[in-house]
């Protein structure tokens, strides 16, 4: 089972910028893509932002242009660069693993709180 070990959230002023980190150990068969999560209170978890292991990246809408998913395949680590940050951003953000062939499987990290005031 693949562990996630997520860092970088805090507390942030609107239109400020922040990096969360997520590194994965105990890989025994590759990750496919690596993406990130978040869940703000009262509402389901919803995707922000995947990459795929040869560095295609997908958005959610709603962090079009302002935030930036990265990848270092080497370090088994994957990063969201996070800016104009806006309050509507506040979440705890999950880093998940993902492996798309046989043997299938998904890991999340514990989560990292993000809070943006307006």
């Known amino acids: 089972q693949v562990q996630l070990a997520e860092s970088g959230g805090g507390l942030v002023q609107a239109g400020g910028s922040l990096r969360l980190s997520c590194a994965a150990s105990?890989?025994?068969?590759?990750?496919?893509?690596m993406g990130w999560y978040r869940q703000a209170p009262g509402k389901q978890r919803e995707l922000v932002a995947v990459?795929?292991?040869?560095?295609?990246?997908n958005y959610a809408d709603s962090v079009k242009g302002r935030f930036t998913i990265s990848r270092d395949n080497a370090k088994n680590t994957v990063y969201l660069q996070m800016s104009s940050l806006k309050p509507e951003d506040t979440a705890v953000y999950y880093c998940n693993a993902k492996r798309l062939r046989i043997p299938e499987y998904s890991s999340w990290g514990q989560g990292t709180q993000v809070t943006v005031s307006s």
């Open positions: 105990g890989i025994i068969f590759r990750i496919d893509d």
């Open positions: 990459i795929s292991s040869a560095g295609m990246p």
